[in-house]
């Protein structure tokens, strides 16, 4: 169980601030753009570790979920990185986390059963993720449809986390199996870019062209590289552990990404979002020691 809040946390950890970074990106330059030139990147760096590491003497059928996992990702990080962008991130941030619902439910229909402190746990953690991104549901149409895109992300979001932990089963397979994910992720996002130039959008930010994008290039590497840690150190959370503890402390990065624009970005901390935060506290705490 320790090894499993762990690597969950640090998942966490790495959403929260791949989000923060990508939420960023997407004010100045087209989201599809992002997800493509950030998934490149990680594809690259992988594809050397691959190489490295002789993972692909691990391939096999479970490579399938790979595939699966890059063909949702790109819909999932497109329709959150446009959420994100609409705004407020009062709405994105919590509810994108609702995709929590999906691996614990896996988990529960495969026969998972959490003791008494750790379901206390989830509600209290989820309770808290909810609130910690400061929800503010009335408004404006624009919020309307970022609610809707984050909903998609989030279920999205969910079935990448099932479909990653089943991919792989040793450390070297991991690699290949994100690997495949990512290039399943560049073959989808890099599809839908296509389709997207030739009805007249742009794949360039609209202010500064190419340029702004070189200068983006670490930013883009760092989003890309931190999703994929994020992936890799939830499957091996999800191995060592029940998958209804990992997914809920996993999907705790919407207290990061709220931290971050404080630390950063100057943004106030609501008085709902400090006790969401809190709350997640606790439901880490009942998770980690039930």
Do not use: C
């Not at 690259?44 to 490295?52: K, M, R």
């Not at 699966?68 to 705004?87: C, E, I, R, T």
């Amino acid at each position: 169980m320790p090894m499993t809040a762990l690597f969950a946390l640090a998942t966490s950890l790495l959403w929260g601030l791949a989000d923060f970074g990508g939420g960023l990106l997407t004010r100045r330059t087209p989201a599809l753009t992002v997800v493509v030139a950030s998934q490149t990147v990680a594809a690259v760096v992988l594809g050397i570790i691959v190489v490295a590491t002789g993972g692909w003497s691990e391939a096999g059928g479970q490579l399938w979920f790979a595939v699966a996992a890059g063909a949702v990702g790109p819909v999932a990080m497109l329709s959150f990185y446009k959420a994100l962008a609409l705004g407020p991130m009062g709405v994105v941030s919590p509810l994108g986390s609702l995709g929590v619902a999906v691996p614990v439910s896996v988990g529960l229909i495969v026969g998972e059963r959490p003791g008494l402190l750790q379901f206390a746990g989830v509600g209290v953690a989820i309770a808290g993720i909810v609130l910690a991104g400061g929800p503010e549901l009335r408004g404006a149409p624009v919020q309307r449809q970022a609610v809707l895109l984050t909903l998609v992300a989030a279920f999205g979001f969910g079935a990448v986390m099932s479909l990653i932990a089943e991919a792989s089963t040793t450390v070297t397979g991991l690699f290949l199996a994100l690997f495949v994910q990512r290039l399943t992720n560049i073959a989808v996002g890099g599809a839908a870019l296509y389709v997207s130039v030739r009805r007249g959008a742009r794949a360039l930010p609209a202010e500064g062209g190419a340029a702004v994008l070189l200068a983006a290039l670490p930013a883009l590497a760092f989003v890309g590289l931190a999703d994929v840690a994020a992936n890799g150190t939830y499957s091996i959370a999800a191995r060592h552990g029940p998958v209804t503890v990992a997914a809920v402390l996993a999907s705790l990065y919407p207290v990061v990404t709220a931290l971050a624009a404080r630390g950063l970005l100057g943004e106030r901390l609501r008085a709902v979002q400090a006790a969401g935060a809190g709350l997640a506290l606790v439901g880490t705490v009942l998770l980690a020691t039930g």
